[in-house]
């Protein structure tokens, strides 16, 4: 039996299976995947299943056919949405919103919503350090023009291939950054030569992609300018064993939301994925941080980030 580690009266074990070569995993084998459930359980689905499946999204044209509700946030109303119209642009000249303040667009992801954690703690550390527009998409039911140049998309789980799927269909320009925060991995990994909706380093100008589940909810394989692996980008120091893939995946988004803030996730630059999983990679970039407000002109490639298992996270 793996040995177990103790921190902070939690106890966290990683399987066994993560000492074998990634190629030989099964959760992240092309024999199939393990798919999330409504009642939060895992399903392993073949590989014919999980094509199936994408056949009946593709059908169904899944992502544009809902209907989306945009919520506005800024400094003025912190903590009470202005409800924007995708169709009125009336609805927009009343609200708050200041075109000469940034704006960030932050996506949720499966099961939802623009209340859930994803929005309300981002929403709450941009607020905190600057005077921005905050957007808050629910598409949990889905031509207000912003400044592309001031413009980052926030995507968590399916929320990210969301936010790559709208910034690619933006008519003139591109978004300046996405944020994929552990990318949805199930029905896209490894199937992505057959589904065009996964979020890749072309949707913007820049994207960065932090990973905290890869290879089980989240996607393991670099897809971004930058992409940082968290204490190795599959499982997170103090989460529980049982729900330690619920857990590390919903990590993501709170330890960018501290990146905003605090800014302290200093990383290693890695000469590939499957290094920064095993943490063998080059010394600390000082300059490079895991959210960092410059990553835009200083990330590229692939990097390893320590982080601990209590708030705050940021070891840097």
């Keep these: 039996m793996a040995p177990l580690r103790v921190i902070n009266d939690t106890v966290s074990k990683r399987p066994n299976f ?93 099961y939802n919503n623009y209340n859930s954690d994803v929005n309300t703690e981002i929403r709450k550390a941009f ?40 910034s690619r269909n933006v008519i003139a320009g591109k978004v300046h950054t996405i944020i994929g925060l552990d990318p949805a991995g199930p029905l896209y990994e490894d199937y992505s030569s057959s589904i065009d909706e996964c979020l890749t380093k072309d949707d913007a100008r820049y994207v960065e992609v932090i990973h905290t589940n890869g290879g089980r909810l989240g996607y393991l394989k670099p897809i971004g300018n930058a992409d940082f692996y968290v204490d190795g980008g599959e499982y997170q120091p103090g989460c529980l064993l049982k729900s330690s893939w619920i857990c590390s995946h919903l990590r993501a988004f ?33 300059e490079v941080q895991l959210g960092g407000a410059m990553n835009y002109e200083l990330a590229s490639g692939v990097y390893y980030t320590p982080v601990n298992a209590v708030q705050p996270y940021g070891m840097g």
């Design 127 to 166: 607020l905190e350090v600057m005077d921005c527009n905050v957007i808050s998409v629910d598409w949990s039911q889905r031509q207000h023009v912003a400044l592309l140049d001031d413009l980052h998309v926030i995507g968590h789980s399916l929320g990210a291939h969301v936010s790559g799927i709208a």
């Design 18 to 110: 993560l000492a074998l070569p990634i190629e030989e995993r099964k959760d992240v084998s092309k024999d199939g995947s393990f798919i999330p459930q409504i009642d939060g359980s895992l399903k392993w689905m073949s590989a014919d299943e999980i094509k199936k499946e994408q056949r009946k999204l593709k059908a169904r044209n899944w992502f544009f056919d809902r209907p989306v509700d945009f919520h506005l946030y800024t400094r003025k109303n912190p903590k009470k949405s202005q409800k924007i119209s995708a169709n009125n642009a009336k609805s927009l000249k009343k609200s708050n919103f200041n075109s000469d303040n940034p704006t960030r667009n932050i996506i949720h992801g499966w």
């Design 254 to 286: 709170w330890y960018y939301s501290d990146a905003i803030g605090e800014n302290r996730f200093t990383s290693k630059k890695c000469t590939g994925y499957k290094f920064a999983i095993v943490n063998q990679c080059l010394e600390e970039d000082n």
